[in-house]
């Protein structure tokens, strides 16, 4: 039987990740992820691991409140409060959106230019500043917060154990950073899927997932293998027009909550 076997979050985009056993979810998918971003101080443009890979050792913790609360090896612990509705509006850019966001102020930025080694401000996206969801797929009213592209990444546990197989040693999902882990289903059902419900929530599946280098980083030491694996054998085997496919951007269809080991049913 095809059940939800793990669920992460990621409130700061490309800092680590948190396992979780249960979470809401709002319209721009899991509460709190990726709510939060670095961004260069001069340009405003989002700071992630393909660039800064010592970000995959930055701890960024999501409280009920909205803040965050940033620790990293060598460094303070700083608690972070989320914006109000007084904090500065800062111009950022991902990819190819350019918005307007809330600064987390100062103390916020001293802290986080001296980890990345360059003035960085932190930033935050309020639900009524989403962006739209990647033009093409889904539907046009689809939003999605700084996360790349849309709200969730779901990936099945055969398919991991599929890639592992074939690079020839064990992978650890957080390098691949889903939301959702599906487990039951055989390696790569998940590309046929085009609904799915989990709980009370309903799912569209909009669009494989282009993978890129970010995934030859190891998530527990932020170094990259020198094989370029495992972004190399998907290249061989899960190539597309758009690159190396590995996991399914989905969009929830309501709100709800979710918990591991619900039943997860393919309606189409």
Not at 16 to 23: H, M, P, S, T, Y
Not at 126 to 146: E, N
């Amino acid at each position: 039987m095809l059940h939800l076997s793990a669920l992460y979050r990621y409130p700061l985009k490309s800092g680590k990740g948190e396992a979780l056993q249960q979470v809401s979810l709002d319209r721009l998918g899991v509460d709190g992820d990726r709510r939060w971003m670095l961004v260069d101080e001069a340009t405003g443009r989002f700071l992630t691991q393909r660039a800064v890979a010592t970000m995959s050792q930055l701890s960024a913790l999501w409280n009920a409140q909205g803040g965050l609360t940033l620790s990293a090896p060598g460094h303070s612990t700083i608690d972070i409060s989320l914006p109000g509705g007084d904090a500065e509006l800062r111009g950022v850019t991902i990819f190819s959106d350019s918005l307007r966001v809330p600064d987390a102020g100062d103390e916020a930025g001293a802290w986080v230019s001296e980890f990345i080694g360059k003035p960085t401000r932190l930033v935050q996206i309020p639900l009524d500043r989403a962006r739209t969801t990647q033009s093409g797929y889904g539907k046009d009213d689809d939003q999605v917060a700084f996360a790349d592209g849309f709200p969730l990444l779901l990936i099945g546990q055969a398919s991991l154990q599929d890639l592992s197989q074939r690079v020839g040693r064990p992978l650890e999902m957080q390098r691949f950073r889903p939301n959702l882990v599906i487990e039951g289903s055989d390696a790569f059902a998940e590309d046929g899927w085009k609904r799915i419900r989990i709980g009370d929530v309903e799912f569209r599946v909009v669009k494989p997932c282009s993978r890129c280098i970010l995934t030859t980083i190891d998530p527990q030491t932020g170094q990259r293998s020198e094989d370029r694996e495992p972004l190399a054998t998907l290249q061989k085997y899960r190539a597309q027009a758009d690159g190396a496919m590995f996991g399914q951007n989905l969009v929830n269809d309501g709100n709800g909550r979710l918990e591991v080991g619900m039943p997860v049913t393919v309606l189409e």
